[in-house]
Structure formats: C-alpha cells, structure tokens
T-cell receptor
C-alpha cells in the first residue's frame, strides 16, 4: 500500500525566511510519480511539480526548489525568501504507474504554511 | 482552454436527499478522477476511470455513492441518500492517459464542488 506522510501540520515563519516542507513516502512499486500541489485560501489545487521515480535530479524554479532522495524516500520542498503570497496549504502526493496508465493520487495530510509580514 | 469544469460549485441539501455532482474533463483527456476533501480525512481518491471504464472504486465510501462516465466528456458522482457526514469538497481531475511512463505530467483539477448536507 502506498502512503505519504507530511509530519509538519503547520509552519509559521516571518516573510523572507527560508522554509522547507517535508514529505516522506512509501510504495512497493519501482515506477511512480511524486507531486506537490498548493491550495491557497481560495480552495483550488495548483500544480507545482512532478517527478518520476527515475529522475532524482533536484529542481529549482524561481524561489522554489525540490529535493528528491530515493534513499530516504523523501521529496522535500523549499521556499527561499518566503513571501506572504506563499501562505497556503501544500500537499505532497504519490501516484503509482500500473502499465496501463497512472493511478490516482495518494495525498499527504498537507502542511499549512503561514508567512507573516 | 476551459480546464476541468465542475457543477454546481456549491450545493446545500437536506439529509436524505439525492445529490448529483457533475464533471466535464478537459477535451482529449482519457482518465478522470474523483476526490473528496474533508478536515478529518484530507484529500482522498474515490474512484477513477480510464476511457470511460471504472478502474478502481475502492475509495468509494459506501453503497450510497455511485459514479458514472457515460461518455468521454461527462461524469457524475451521485450520493443517495445524502448524510451530514458527506459534507465535503469534491474535486474532479483529468489527465491524458500517458502512453508511457515518462509522458505523465500532472493531474488537472477542477475548482471543486462544496457540498453541505444539513
């Protein structure tokens, strides 16, 4: 069975601080995908990144960066120089690939990130 | 592009009533997913379809829930009879069925339907 754990329920930092959101996953499959989604107060789910299980390269997109380490089954997300607009709930998710296509997403419980001005 | 369309956006009903939620996936997308979000359980997969065929409905909570996809451009999630514990935000998502492992990108989510059962 697959599982995603986001141990940090809520994080509060002051604007311009760096913050890292942790994600640990469990799966028996060798082919899978990992995702991060953002849910702002308005409620929609905004896609941030996707990684497949063979691509361990870290990625940077502006102030956002992701660290995928299969050895520790982790896919952590770092926001550099945080801004108030980054305040949201962030979800890590896992999807296994079953040959005929991708399965549904298994989400973590989410981390509520609060950026104080 | 229109994105995934869900209707209604908000639904308030009384316990015992039938509720039907609707989803129109992005044109050309072959896979459709229904999720439910609650404070207690978070985001959970209810059911998904590939090419209009239900693949995995193990997340459907009980027989009161049913989902259909009569064609590639429309899906419904029905709750009958509804109960207060069904109150949640229901999301629909779609993807173009990936031809190979490397082709998969993201699930495109609709705006959600907020259901309140009194």
């Amino acid at each position: 069975a697959q599982k995603v754990t986001q141990a940090q329920t809520e994080i509060s930092v002051v604007e311009k601080e760096d913050v890292t959101l942790d994600c640990v996953y469990e799966t028996r499959d060798t082919t899978y995908y990992l995702f991060w989604y953002k849910q702002p107060p308005s409620g929609e789910l905004v896609f941030l990144i996707r990684r497949n299980s063979f691509d361990e390269q870290n990625e940077i997109s502006g102030r956002y960066s992701w660290n995928f380490q299969k050895s520790t089954s982790s896919f952590n997300f770092t926001i550099t120089a945080s801004q108030v607009v980054d305040s949201a709930v962030y979800f890590c998710a896992l999807s296994e690939y079953s040959g005929g296509g991708a399965d549904g997403l298994t989400f973590g419980k989410g981390t509520h990130l609060i950026i104080q001005p | 592009d229109a994105g995934v369309i869900q209707s209604p956006r908000h639904e308030v009903t009384e316990m015992g009533q039938e509720v039907t939620l609707r989803c129109k996936p992005i044109s050309g997308h072959n896979s459709l997913f229904w999720y439910r979000q609650t404070m207690m359980r978070g985001l959970e997969l209810l059911i998904y379809f590939n090419n209009n065929v239900p693949i995995d409905d193990s997340g459907m909570p009980e027989d009161r829930f049913s989902a259909k996809m009569p064609n590639a451009s429309f899906s419904t999630l029905k709750i009958q009879p509804s109960e207060p514990r069904d109150s949640a935000v229901y999301f629909c998502a779609s993807i173009p069925t990936p031809g190979d492992f490397l082709a998969y990108n993201e699930q495109f989510f609709g705006p959600g339907t907020r259901l309140t059962v009194l």
